[in-house]
């Protein structure tokens, strides 16, 4: 199984950058990192993912280790839409899925 | 346009019963992958189809089985129901069988009750 390790929780401001962490220390040489997020009631819904360089897209930022052995999801501004469980996951892309663990609960404070 | 619909979106079965659950993926996508997610887990891998044909298995029993039509929309099949079988599964579609060449658009997913 590809294991990841987040945070159970964080708690975060409403309109303050958040930075969520995620150890992916046996991450193989091509696997991509992934993150999704989880709204109440809802199916996951994807946020991003990279492989080596950070990448950007309209939702969030993705920064990772020059090791490649821990990535941070950054939301630049977070509203209280954001407030989810965040999913850290690496793949090597072959057909069996993707492996999720218990997420990161993140939460946000008016 | 409609993105991943999944139908029941509710259910309630008892032990021993079987259930087969919908699944349309988004219009242009061959790929469907379903997972069970059980109460404060993330979701568990199940099954990955890609042009009807089946390209991963996650780790569970052969009661659990599903298939591909030619429209690309899916059912997942559980036969011999347990109470421990009571989550919620989650169809997932893609353009591509490869998870690392873009995204999962998961549906809202049937909450499954076995009594």
């Known amino acids: 199984d590809a294991k990841t390790t987040q945070p159970n929780s964080m708690e975060s401001n409403e309109e303050e950058p958040v930075h969520l962490p995620c150890n992916h220390s046996t991450i193989s040489g091509t696997d991509y990192i992934h993150w999704y997020r989880q709204l109440p009631s809802q199916g996951p819904e994807y946020v991003i993912h990279?492989?080596?360089s950070n990448v950007n897209n309209r939702m969030a930022s993705l920064a990772i280790a020059e090791d490649r052995k821990s990535s941070t999801l950054i939301l630049h501004r977070a509203t209280l839409r954001d407030a989810a469980v965040y999913y850290c996951?690496?793949?090597?892309?072959?057909?069996?899925?993707?492996?999720f663990g218990k997420g990161t609960h993140l939460i946000i404070q008016p | 346009d409609a993105g991943v619909t999944q139908s029941p979106t509710h259910l309630i079965k008892t032990r021993g019963q079987h259930v087969t659950l919908r699944c349309s993926p988004i219009?242009?996508?061959?790929?469907v992958s379903w997972y069970q997610q059980v109460l404060g887990q993330g979701p568990q891998f199940i099954f990955q189809?890609?042009?009807?044909?089946?390209?991963g298995r996650g780790n569970f029993p052969d009661r659990f089985s599903a298939r591909q039509f030619p429209n690309y929309s899916s059912e997942l099949n559980v036969n011999a129901l347990l109470l421990g079988d009571s989550a919620l599964y989650l169809c997932?579609?893609?353009?591509?069988?490869?998870?690392?060449?873009?995204?999962?658009?998961f549906g809202e997913g049937s909450r499954l009750t076995v009594l």
């Open positions: 997932a579609s893609s353009l591509y069988a490869s998870g690392n060449t873009g995204e999962l658009f």
């Open positions: 219009s242009g996508h061959k790929s």
């Open positions: 996951m690496h793949s090597g892309g072959g057909a069996d899925g993707l492996t």
């Open positions: 990279g492989l080596t």
């Open positions: 189809y890609y042009e009807k044909e089946e390209r």
